[in-house]
Protein backbone atom coordinates (compact mmCIF):
# COMPACT_ATOMS: atom_id res chain seq x y z
CA UNK A 1 0.00 0.00 0.00
CA UNK A 2 1.35 3.56 -1.07
CA UNK A 3 1.19 6.26 1.10
CA UNK A 4 -1.71 7.62 -0.72
CA UNK A 5 -3.50 4.88 -0.04
CA UNK A 6 -2.21 3.99 3.02
CA UNK A 7 -3.58 8.16 4.07
CA UNK A 8 -6.76 7.50 2.44
CA UNK A 9 -7.23 4.64 4.65
CA UNK A 10 -6.39 6.12 7.47
CA UNK A 11 -8.62 9.18 7.26
CA UNK A 12 -11.65 6.66 6.40
CA UNK A 13 -10.41 4.78 9.78
CA UNK A 14 -10.93 8.43 11.45
CA UNK A 15 -14.36 8.49 10.09
CA UNK A 16 -15.51 5.70 11.34
CA UNK A 17 -15.05 6.02 14.84
CA UNK A 18 -16.94 9.16 14.82
CA UNK A 19 -19.60 7.68 13.14
CA UNK A 20 -19.27 4.50 15.43
CA UNK A 21 -19.14 7.68 18.38
CA UNK A 22 -22.39 9.33 17.42
CA UNK A 23 -24.26 5.92 16.75
CA UNK A 24 -23.33 4.85 20.44
CA UNK A 25 -24.23 8.39 21.70
CA UNK A 26 -27.53 8.35 19.63
CA UNK A 27 -28.69 5.02 21.39
CA UNK A 28 -27.24 5.78 24.76
CA UNK A 29 -29.36 8.75 24.92
CA UNK A 30 -32.77 6.72 24.55
CA UNK A 31 -31.61 4.08 27.60
CA UNK A 32 -29.84 6.45 29.78
CA UNK A 33 -31.41 9.92 29.87
CA UNK A 34 -33.80 8.60 32.37
CA UNK A 35 -31.19 6.55 35.19
CA UNK A 36 -28.69 9.90 34.33
CA UNK A 37 -31.87 11.95 35.86
CA UNK A 38 -32.71 9.82 38.89
CA UNK A 39 -29.04 9.81 39.28
CA UNK A 40 -28.77 13.79 39.31
CA UNK A 41 -31.35 13.58 41.50
CA UNK A 42 -29.86 11.02 43.94
CA UNK A 43 -26.24 13.52 44.10
CA UNK A 44 -27.77 16.51 44.49
CA UNK A 45 -30.40 15.71 47.57
CA UNK A 46 -27.08 14.15 48.88
CA UNK A 47 -25.47 17.21 48.54
CA UNK A 48 -28.56 19.57 49.62
CA UNK A 49 -28.31 17.66 53.05
CA UNK A 50 -24.70 18.01 53.63
CA UNK A 51 -23.19 15.23 51.93
CA UNK A 52 -21.06 14.41 49.59
CA UNK A 53 -20.00 12.71 45.98
CA UNK A 54 -16.92 10.02 46.14
CA UNK A 55 -15.98 8.97 43.20
CA UNK A 56 -13.77 6.27 42.36
CA UNK A 57 -12.25 3.76 38.65
CA UNK A 58 -9.29 2.67 37.46
CA UNK A 59 -7.28 3.59 34.74
CA UNK A 60 -9.16 5.88 32.51
CA UNK A 61 -12.02 5.65 34.85
CA UNK A 62 -9.77 6.89 37.40
CA UNK A 63 -9.23 9.86 35.61
CA UNK A 64 -12.90 10.19 34.93
CA UNK A 65 -13.14 10.34 38.69
CA UNK A 66 -11.17 12.83 39.11
CA UNK A 67 -12.52 14.89 36.45
CA UNK A 68 -15.65 14.40 37.71
CA UNK A 69 -14.35 15.37 41.59
CA UNK A 70 -12.72 18.56 40.47
CA UNK A 71 -15.91 19.92 38.56
CA UNK A 72 -18.12 19.68 41.86
CA UNK A 73 -15.62 21.22 44.03
CA UNK A 74 -14.81 23.74 41.48
CA UNK A 75 -17.40 24.53 38.57
CA UNK A 76 -18.78 23.23 36.01
CA UNK A 77 -19.98 25.53 33.35
CA UNK A 78 -21.91 28.32 36.20
CA UNK A 79 -20.64 30.25 38.91
CA UNK A 80 -22.13 28.58 41.99
CA UNK A 81 -20.88 27.59 45.36
CA UNK A 82 -18.20 24.62 45.40
CA UNK A 83 -19.79 21.36 46.28
CA UNK A 84 -18.36 18.37 48.16
CA UNK A 85 -17.19 15.66 46.13
CA UNK A 86 -13.59 13.71 46.33
CA UNK A 87 -12.12 11.15 44.12
CA UNK A 88 -10.56 7.78 46.16
CA UNK A 89 -7.81 7.81 43.29
CA UNK A 90 -5.39 10.51 44.12
CA UNK A 91 -3.92 10.22 47.80
CA UNK A 92 -1.14 8.07 46.44
CA UNK A 93 0.56 7.11 50.28
CA UNK A 94 -3.06 6.21 50.95
CA UNK A 95 -3.67 4.16 47.96
CA UNK A 96 0.00 2.57 48.11
CA UNK A 97 -0.57 1.25 51.86
CA UNK A 98 -3.55 0.04 51.06
CA UNK A 99 -2.73 -2.59 48.21
CA UNK A 100 0.76 -3.46 50.13
CA UNK A 101 -1.17 -4.32 53.44
CA UNK A 102 -4.16 -5.72 51.94
CA UNK A 103 -4.22 -6.33 48.87
CA UNK A 104 -5.22 -3.76 45.49
CA UNK A 105 -8.64 -4.56 45.93
CA UNK A 106 -9.18 -2.75 49.08
CA UNK A 107 -7.97 0.28 47.99
CA UNK A 108 -11.45 2.37 47.58
CA UNK A 109 -13.09 0.27 49.91
CA UNK A 110 -10.83 0.85 53.00
CA UNK A 111 -11.18 4.63 52.31
CA UNK A 112 -14.74 4.87 51.80
CA UNK A 113 -15.04 3.08 55.42
CA UNK A 114 -12.52 5.99 56.90
CA UNK A 115 -14.19 8.82 54.91
CA UNK A 116 -17.77 7.90 53.46
CA UNK A 117 -21.02 8.70 56.07
CA UNK A 118 -24.41 7.89 55.78
CA UNK A 119 -26.37 10.06 53.02
CA UNK A 120 -23.07 10.20 50.55
CA UNK A 121 -23.13 8.88 47.42
CA UNK A 122 -20.91 6.94 46.07
CA UNK A 123 -19.65 7.09 42.07
CA UNK A 124 -18.30 3.68 40.69
CA UNK A 125 -16.44 3.15 37.73
CA UNK A 126 -15.64 0.34 35.52
CA UNK A 127 -16.50 0.03 32.07
CA UNK A 128 -16.57 -3.89 32.00
CA UNK A 129 -18.56 -3.58 35.27
CA UNK A 130 -16.32 -6.04 36.75
CA UNK A 131 -13.19 -4.17 38.34
CA UNK A 132 -12.50 -5.75 41.85
CA UNK A 133 -11.29 -2.80 43.44
CA UNK A 134 -14.56 -1.03 42.18
CA UNK A 135 -16.81 -3.90 42.85
CA UNK A 136 -15.24 -3.95 46.71
CA UNK A 137 -16.17 0.03 46.95
CA UNK A 138 -19.72 -0.68 45.98
CA UNK A 139 -20.01 -3.44 49.22
CA UNK A 140 -18.22 -1.30 51.88
CA UNK A 141 -20.57 1.57 50.64
CA UNK A 142 -24.03 -0.97 50.73
CA UNK A 143 -23.01 -1.78 54.08
CA UNK A 144 -22.26 2.11 55.05
CA UNK A 145 -25.58 2.96 54.05
CA UNK A 146 -23.99 4.91 51.01
CA UNK A 147 -25.72 5.32 47.83
CA UNK A 148 -24.37 4.30 44.69
CA UNK A 149 -24.36 5.35 41.23
CA UNK A 150 -22.27 2.89 39.22
CA UNK A 151 -21.14 3.92 35.88
CA UNK A 152 -20.72 0.72 33.49
CA UNK A 153 -20.68 -1.10 30.16
CA UNK A 154 -20.54 -4.51 28.58
CA UNK A 155 -23.74 -5.67 30.27
CA UNK A 156 -22.79 -4.10 33.79
CA UNK A 157 -20.25 -7.39 34.68
CA UNK A 158 -20.84 -8.05 38.01
CA UNK A 159 -21.84 -4.94 39.31
CA UNK A 160 -25.37 -5.35 38.85
CA UNK A 161 -26.19 -7.98 41.47
CA UNK A 162 -24.39 -5.83 43.77
CA UNK A 163 -26.62 -2.39 43.69
CA UNK A 164 -29.62 -1.80 45.72
CA UNK A 165 -33.34 -0.74 44.71
CA UNK A 166 -32.25 2.85 45.36
CA UNK A 167 -28.92 2.94 43.50
CA UNK A 168 -28.94 3.89 39.67
CA UNK A 169 -27.18 1.57 37.45
CA UNK A 170 -25.93 3.73 33.90
CA UNK A 171 -24.71 1.00 31.44
CA UNK A 172 -23.23 2.26 28.28
CA UNK A 173 -24.75 -0.49 25.26
CA UNK A 174 -21.72 -1.57 23.54
CA UNK A 175 -18.45 -3.67 24.47
CA UNK A 176 -15.95 -1.69 23.50
CA UNK A 177 -13.93 0.42 25.98
CA UNK A 178 -12.92 3.16 24.14
CA UNK A 179 -16.94 4.24 23.02
CA UNK A 180 -17.79 3.12 26.41
CA UNK A 181 -15.18 5.78 27.65
CA UNK A 182 -16.16 8.23 25.60
CA UNK A 183 -19.66 7.99 26.60
CA UNK A 184 -18.89 7.86 30.31
CA UNK A 185 -17.30 11.70 29.60
CA UNK A 186 -20.39 12.86 28.52
CA UNK A 187 -22.69 11.38 31.34
CA UNK A 188 -20.74 13.00 33.60
CA UNK A 189 -21.02 16.11 32.22
CA UNK A 190 -24.94 15.50 32.18
CA UNK A 191 -24.81 14.12 36.05
CA UNK A 192 -22.95 17.89 36.55
CA UNK A 193 -25.38 19.90 34.47
CA UNK A 194 -27.92 18.16 36.44
CA UNK A 195 -26.48 18.41 39.95
CA UNK A 196 -26.47 22.35 38.81
CA UNK A 197 -29.84 22.88 37.61
CA UNK A 198 -31.89 20.70 40.12
CA UNK A 199 -29.28 22.78 43.28
CA UNK A 200 -29.43 26.65 41.22
CA UNK A 201 -32.18 26.31 39.17
CA UNK A 202 -33.42 27.30 35.69
CA UNK A 203 -30.58 29.76 35.25
CA UNK A 204 -28.37 26.60 35.34
Known amino acids: MGHAEQDAALTARVAAHFAEAAKLEQAA ?16 DALRAGGKILACGNGGSAA ?19 LAALALTTDSSALTSIANDYGYEQVFAKQLRALGRRGDVLLAISTSGNSASVLQAIRAARESGIGVVALSGSGGGAMAPLLGAADVHLCVPHRNTARIQEVHLLVLHCLCDGIDFRLFGAGA
Open 29 to 44: SQSLAAPIARAVALMA
Open 64 to 82: DAQHFAAELVNRFEIERPP
